[in-house]
């Protein structure tokens, strides 16, 4: 009976979500999708985003803060909806959340990239601090030692995105102007390894008139945390779904840009758990 309750009352209870501004809302937006009944916590760090600028140990300090305060909310998981952080979460970040599982958004790519032949070429690309830590070739063969991978930090990608330069002559550019790299030349896949780049996603496939597969993270990361919560028994069956959206620093133009990437109207509310 016990036991019951435990369960019963824990299913009720939010997934956390974080990232340094809104890309992490693609991951949010596609765990809505996949799971309607889920209640989502949303927090934002705009006081410092972008964090793929920022260093390893500042980005540990910022995701400890985030997760102790996404804690006090009594998140039953908690995603780092956001690579670069997801890059540097070693156990000292991890640890801190005791009985709360927390997710990546870099695991479930691997898993799903794993399957592809080890004959096929992958291209990554992602912010400086995802890109410098290689923790995708690094995952990557581990699993096939053979497995060519090939990188290319993208720093003015999430910026572009951020600003709402979607679908634009001046994305385009842009966007032609990585992907021409020598660095990417003869992939046969691409992964999106930053939460912004769902968001350009057919913008990328146009690029290469759809004869490289890219590789759609953010459904693929939620159907993996649906795939989680069915299996600890954690799954919410009510469907009144809530959804609350924190930021470190509110601005209106960010509001309008969180709606975009969620797909709905929202409403921020401003707590800065740094000061």
Not at 21 to 35: D, E, M, Q, R
Not at 37 to 49: F, R
Not at 265 to 271: A, G
């Amino acid at each position: 009976m016990v036991l019951f309750l435990y369960f019963y009352i824990m299913k009720k209870y939010p997934i956390g979500i974080f990232d340094s501004g809104i890309g992490g809302l693609t991951i949010a937006n596609a765990i809505k999708s996949v799971l309607p009944n889920e209640n989502i916590i949303y927090y934002g760090d705009t006081e410092h985003l972008p964090y793929g600028e920022k260093s390893k140990e500042a980005i540990q300090s910022f995701s400890k803060r985030i997760i102790r305060f996404l804690l006090t909310k009594r998140c039953k998981i908690i995603v780092i909806a956001c690579n670069s952080a997801s890059s540097v979460a070693d156990e000292s970040v991890t640890n801190i959340a005791c009985n709360t599982s927390i997710f990546n958004v870099i695991d479930p790519i691997i898993a799903e990239v794993s399957k592809i032949s080890t004959k096929d070429n992958i291209g990554v690309i992602g912010t400086k601090a995802t890109i410098s830590s290689g923790i995708y070739e690094e995952k990557l063969k581990k699993l096939c030692r053979n497995r060519k991978i090939k990188s290319l930090a993208t720093p003015l990608l999430a910026p572009m995105i951020e600003e709402g330069f979607i679908n634009e002559e001046i994305s385009n550019t842009i966007i032609a102007n990585y992907l021409s790299s020598t660095q990417l030349k003869n992939i046969n896949h691409l992964i999106l390894a930053c939460t912004h780049y769902p968001l350009i996603q057919q913008e990328i496939k146009k690029y290469y008139r759809n004869n490289v597969n890219v590789i759609d993270s953010a459904n693929i990361v939620a159907n993996y945390i649906a795939k989680k919560l069915e299996e600890d028994n954690l799954l919410n069956n009510e469907k009144l779904s809530e959804y609350n959206f924190y930021v470190s620093n509110y601005t209106d133009s960010f509001e309008k840009s969180a709606r975009f990437f969620f797909e709905e109207v929202i409403k921020l509310e401003q707590v800065n758990i740094f000061s």
